[in-house]
């Protein structure tokens, strides 16, 4: 493992992220706690040294297990992040209640690393809001010795992450931005690098494999880059772009298995950056990629707990894709055909409740509504 210098403190370049951890017969909030002991053994006796969870990660399971499975080791032997959950705006008045909550879940005194979680459009205003205390109160917990550093993630665009920071940039450490070779264009990556640069913020990268479809190449795109690096495991071109990114510090990437977690350890043993010509190589793949009729889910889960109907978006998302990418197939109506009926896209609602807290911005419902005509001229 490799390490990289943040304000005297020595990071590994790769972080284990605690939003897809193994869980038991898919059940999103139930965490195989088991397999994700010895997944966290495995990282801290391998160099791992942060740990990256959240208010709202496995139904609100994530915090609890995480401190539990931590609590094991020496308390300076790993460096624990946790956020606010200002993703769903109602949260935002429960600063102090929230804050308290996540210490005790954690089983700690204090976080070394603590975020205002996916600024975006939607909520930019209530977190800057002075009525609502946000930055007043986390700042007040880090005099305090509660929070170490402070920082914030993002998935809005750059004027809102510019907003942010003329308000709050004063007291921002960090910036965690969904950072990926498919990403650099289309949602605008490589402008919020230039952006946060300027500011003088250190990245952290979340989605490098891009809800793992980065770490799944066709035969076409990993025999390009064979070509290129015959050692080269195709997963690892994704992290070798973000380390080719100046002003990243940490990459996180959640394995849900011990292979992938393994697998990502082994490729941060050293940095091994891409050149101009490998760069506009795995550029061009992602050219071709974008031009796939799917939506960019990377499966977070924040929609389904604001779903009234209870429907499993991730999935439902993932087949509606693999029905546009294929041009319709057996694949998907197959898959369907083993849920029970209220479980069906056709029960969406389109209250759009679920696009509120999507950081992706996708129109849930559309698609859904979409999804559900095609499946009736589907002749399989």
Request: aromatic residues 10%; glycine residues 8%; charged residues 25%.
């Amino acid at each position: 493992m490799y390490y990289n210098d943040f304000k005297g403190m020595k990071l590994s370049a790769l972080g284990f992220g605690a939003m897809r951890l193994p869980v038991i017969e898919g059940k999103d909030a139930d965490i195989n706690i088991e397999e994700t002991a010895e997944m966290v053994d495995y990282a801290l006796k391998h160099g791992i040294n942060y740990f990256d969870t959240a208010y709202g990660y496995h139904g609100g399971n994530s915090e609890r297990v995480m401190g539990r499975l931590l609590s094991k080791y020496p308390r300076d032997s790993y460096y624990l992040a946790t956020k606010f959950p200002g993703y769903d705006v109602s949260n935002m008045g429960s600063v102090k209640e929230i804050f308290e909550e996540q210490i005790e879940k954690c089983g700690v005194d204090y976080f070394d690393f603590y975020l205002f979680h996916n600024v975006y459009e939607n909520n930019l205003d209530p977190y800057l809001d002075e009525k609502n205390g946000i930055l007043e109160y986390l700042t007040a917990q880090k005099k305090a010795g509660r929070i170490k550093h402070l920082g914030f993630s993002a998935h809005g665009d750059c004027g809102v992450i510019s907003k942010f920071l003329e308000a709050n940039g004063s007291e921002m450490e960090f910036c965690q931005i969904q950072l990926n070779y498919v990403d650099w264009e289309f949602q605008d990556a490589k402008d919020k690098v230039k952006l946060l640069t300027e500011h003088g913020l250190p990245i952290w990268v979340m989605e490098p494999l891009r809800g793992g479809r980065l770490a799944n190449l066709t035969e076409t795109e990993a025999a390009e880059l064979r070509a290129l690096r015959p050692d080269e495991e195709a997963k690892a071109w994704a992290f070798r772009f973000i380390e080719s990114v100046p002003g990243v510090m940490m990459t996180l990437s959640g394995a849900s298995s011990f292979g992938q977690l393994k697998e990502n350890i082994e490729t941060f043993k050293e940095a091994r950056p891409l050149n101009e010509e490998e760069k506009k190589v795995i550029l061009r793949i992602a050219g071709g990629m974008l031009g796939e009729k799917t939506l960019p889910c990377t499966a977070c889960h924040y929609c389904t707990s604001h779903c009234p109907q209870n429907l499993d978006i991730p999935e439902l998302l993932a087949l509606y894709n693999e029905h546009n990418f294929t041009g319709g197939g057996f694949i998907a109506p197959m898959a369907l055909g083993g849920m029970p009926p209220e479980k069906q896209p056709s029960q969406c609602i389109g209250c759009r409740s679920c696009e509120a807290v999507c950081p992706q911005q996708l129109k849930i419902s559309e698609a859904m509504a979409d999804f559900t005509e095609q499946l009736k001229h589907n002749a399989w």
